[in-house]
């Protein structure tokens, strides 16, 4: 069974930058692709970013320039470096390990960041 657990969340002021971990328990970290999504009060959950195993990386394109996904295999933890945060970045983030054959999805319960002056 994978468990998902996310840090790193907190309050930071407009401009600011954060760092989001996401520790994996569980095996073979390493075929999982990871992502980060994220959920605003009022609003669907949605994409942020995505890591393959290999290390391909996607953006949602609010966010290409100013994140960054990253992983480490042999730490098996993901990571979400946020810079330039804005207050629409204010949400709920949620870590994601997604498989195939056979498709599973594992979710974290989120970490909470806000964007305030």
């Known amino acids: 069974q994978v468990q998902l657990v996310e840090s790193g969340g907190g309050l930071v002021q407009p401009g600011g930058s954060l760092r989001l971990s996401c520790a994996f328990s569980g095996s073979l970290f390493v075929i999982y692709r990871m992502g980060w999504y994220r959920q605003a009060p009022g609003n669907q959950r949605e994409l942020v970013a995505t890591?393959?195993?290999?290390?391909?990386?996607n953006y949602a394109d609010s966010v290409k320039g100013r994140f960054t996904i990253s992983r480490d295999n042999a730490k098996n933890t993901a990571y979400l470096q946020m810079s330039s945060l804005k207050p629409e970045d204010t949400a709920v983030y949620y870590c994601?390990?997604?498989?195939?054959?056979?498709?599973?999805?594992?979710w974290g319960e989120g970490t909470l960041v806000t964007v305030d002056s």
């Open positions: 994601n390990a997604h498989r195939v054959l056979p498709i599973v999805d594992y």
């Open positions: 890591i393959t195993s290999g290390g391909t990386s």
